[in-house]
């Protein structure tokens, strides 16, 4: 076979096989959720303590994608928009900073410290969830405070604090920008709650 017919045959073959992709890849985004108290009131002088247990995460809640429902009512767990961290520790953080700003105790304490403290909570991410076609944004926690008491513990609240807030816009910037508002409003009525179960 003459050599010179093997070269058009050839890039014609390698032309139909482009290992090249066809469109550039789609780059993954991390959001960070960091939810914080608008203001900052300091330790109270009453010398009580608070220790925060780690989050614990309901169905779904320990993916890192942020989750959005579709037209169909599915579930969109996003591979390429996610949380920086996973949201119950983006959650769990929030929440101890913002209570360390409450000036509701004179400490709020971590798993693992070796101060015996007044009260200790129990938290759950139940739900940090978008419906674009709602245009709501929903989060939601679960709270259990408890007062230690020699071997037994007091229950001084049972509660779940939902917020749902409107989204502003669409795509995937809106849908964060209300999870992230969602997330802010449901801490802000944590407090509320634990203020109140507190006293006394």
Not at 47 to 65: K, Q, Y
Not at 66 to 80: A, E, F, I, R
Not at 131 to 136: K, V
Request: charged share 20%.
């Amino acid at each position: 076979m003459n050599r010179r017919h093997l070269f058009p045959l050839g890039a014609a073959f390698l032309g139909g096989c482009s290992v090249l992709p066809a469109q550039k890849d789609q780059q993954r985004r991390d959001w960070p959720l960091t939810p914080r108290r608008p203001t900052a009131l300091g330790s109270a002088r009453n010398g009580r303590t608070l220790l925060i247990r780690t989050m614990a995460a309901g169905p779904g809640m320990d993916a890192r994608g942020v989750q959005w429902l579709l037209k169909d009512g599915s579930l969109n767990t996003d591979y390429y928009e996610q949380w920086s961290v996973p949201p119950t520790l983006a959650m769990e953080e929030g929440l101890r900073r913002w209570l360390s700003d409450s000036g509701l105790f004179a400490a709020v304490l971590a798993p693992g410290s070796s101060v015996a403290p007044d009260f200790t909570l129990e938290t759950e991410l139940i739900t940090l969830l978008a419906d674009p076609q709602a245009g709501t944004a929903r989060a939601g926690l679960s709270l259990i405070l408890l007062q230690p008491n020699g071997d037994r513990s007091r229950v001084r609240l049972q509660k779940t604090v939902s917020a749902e807030v409107r989204m502003n816009g669409t795509g995937v910037e809106a849908i964060v920008a209300a999870l992230r508002l969602a997330a802010t409003v449901a801490l802000e009525q944590a407090e509320a709650a634990i203020a109140e179960a507190s006293r006394g």
